[in-house]
């Protein structure tokens, strides 16, 4: 998917760029969609998908890149960020997030 090793770097970076980001509004929805009084069961549920990503994705992304390719391992990686994003706009509700403060 990337012709060089630097444009794979470049990419890696800029993805990773929002992650922060991505957790800080997470936080937010999670909270939203939970019931009253679960909202910090729901936050810890979304971290728990972090730390199954490190404990599954990482062995998997690496025996890929090993076995086969780098650039296997990241077309993979595309592919689910591509189908998480379809998923979250077919399945989340619309949510008005600047109207609310949670605290």
Do not use: C, D
């Not at 077309?75 to 997030?97: A, D, Q, R």
Request: aromatic share 12%; charged share 10%; glycine share 10%.
């Amino acid at each position: 998917m990337s012709p060089t090793h630097f444009t794979m770097q470049l990419s890696r970076f800029m993805s990773g760029l929002p992650h922060g980001a991505f957790f800080g509004v997470g936080s937010v929805v999670a909270a939203r969609l939970a019931p009253k009084g679960k909202e910090a069961q729901a936050i810890s549920i979304m971290f728990t998908g972090m730390t199954i990503a490190n404990l599954a994705g990482v062995p998997l992304g690496t025996y890929i890149g090993h076995h086969y390719s780098w650039r296997i391992t990241y077309g993979v990686i595309s592919v689910l960020g591509l189908l998480t994003f379809l998923m979250i706009y077919l399945w989340l509700p619309k949510l008005n997030l600047l109207n609310k403060t949670i605290l």
